[in-house]
C-alpha cells in the first residue's frame, strides 16, 4: 500500500525528520519553509495569531514538497481537531499531555471510528494528498495520519510510560522549556534537575514503540540528539529565525 505522509515514511524507516514552527499567518513564509527542505512544519494554534483559514492556506503552501505539515491544536477536542484535519493536516500535535486518559483523548480526536470518533467532511484534505477524493482519504487517513504528543509538564514525566503504552500515539516531543517552568525553573533547560526529567522520558520513550521527539537549536544539537535516538527535531520558530537572520545581517555594520 502507498505511503502518503513523508514523515511517517522517515520514521518507519528510522531516519530523522527536521522542522520547524510557525507562529505567522503567512503563506509565503510556509512556502519558503517547506521548500528550503525541512521535513514537517509545526503550524502552531495554541500560542500562533492563526486562524483556521489560515491553517488551511499554511497546509495548502506545502504542497508540491516534501514537507508534512502538522498542526498543534490546543486541547484534544473533536471540534478543534476536525477542520484541520478536513483541511489536509498529515498531523495533529497535542499540548500538554498529562495522564493515559488525555493521550487516549487524542488518540479518538485523530480518528475516523472505529479507532476514533472524528466526524466525515474530508472536501478539502483528499486534494493536498493528492488522492481522488473523500473515501480514497477515509481508507488512507487512519493508517497516515501522525498522533504527536508533547511531554511538556512535571506531571507528564511521572506518567510517561502510561501515556506512551496509550495504541495510536505515534511521536512523544519533549519540551524542555514548558517542562523547566513547571518545575519552577523557568528559562533553563540545562538546570540538572530538568535534565534529569528529560532522560526519564528519553528512556521511557525509546523502551516504546513510539519516535522520539525533541527541540535541537543547531545542527551540532540536532546531530547529538540523533545519536541517543531522537527522530522528530524542531529546529525551532519562525520569529527566532528571522531575528536571528536580522541580528547577522545587522552586526558589525558601521552606522
Keep these: 500500500m502507498a505511503r502518503i505522509n513523508p ?11 527536521a522542522g520547524m514552527l510557525i507562529t505567522m499567518p503567512s503563506v509565503n513564509l510556509a512556502q519558503i519553509l517547506a521548500g528550503a527542505g525541512f521535513d514537517w512544519l509545526f503550524i502552531d494554534l495554541e500560542h500562533g495569531p492563526i486562524d483556521i ?4 492556506h499554511l497546509i495548502a503552501a506545502t504542497a508540491g514538497t516534501g514537507c508534512a505539515p502538522l498542526v498543534r491544536i490546543p486541547a484534544p477536542d473533536p471540534n478543534l481537531c476536525k477542520p484541520a484535519l478536513d483541511a489536509g493536516a498529515m498531523g495533529l500535535i497535542f499540548p500538554m499531555i498529562c495522564t493515559r486518559e488525555q493521550a487516549e483523548a487524542t488518540v479518538r480526536c485523530v480518528n475516523y471510528p472505529p479507532e476514533g470518533v472524528r466526524g466525515w467532511g474530508p472536501f478539502y484534505a483528499p ?11 477515509f481508507e488512507a487517513a487512519n493508517r497516515e495520519l501522525l498522533n504527536v504528543v508533547l511531554i511538556e509538564h512535571i506531571d507528564a514525566i511521572a506518567n510517561v510510560e502510561e501515556i506512551v503504552a496509550v495504541p495510536g500515539i505515534d511521536v512523544a516531543i519533549i519540551a524542555p522549556m ?3 517552568m513547571s ?16 532522560g526519564r522520558a528519553e528512556a521511557a520513550i525509546l523502551a516504546s514503540p513510539v519516535a522520539l521527539g525533541g527541540m535541537s537549536l543547531s545542527a551540532a544539537e540536532a546531530n547529538a540528539k540523533i545519536e541517543r535516538g531522537y527522530r522528530v527535531l524542531l529546529m525551532g520558530y519562525d ?4 531575528q536571528q537572520g536580522a541580528a547577522r545581517l545587522l552586526d558589525g555594520m558601521q552606522r
Design 7 to 17: 514523515l511517517k515514511m522517515r520514521l518507519q524507516a528510522g531516519r530523522p525528520g
Design 53 to 56: 483559514a489560515s491553517v488551511h
Design 127 to 137: 486534494t493536498r494528498w493528492g488522492l481522488k477524493g473523500p473515501m480514497e482519504y
Design 178 to 180: 514548558d517542562l523547566a
Design 183 to 198: 518545575m519552577g525553573r523557568p528559562g533553563d533547560r540545562d538546570h540538572p534537575e530538568v535534565l534529569e526529567a528529560i
Design 239 to 242: 520569529v527566532l529565525l528571522i
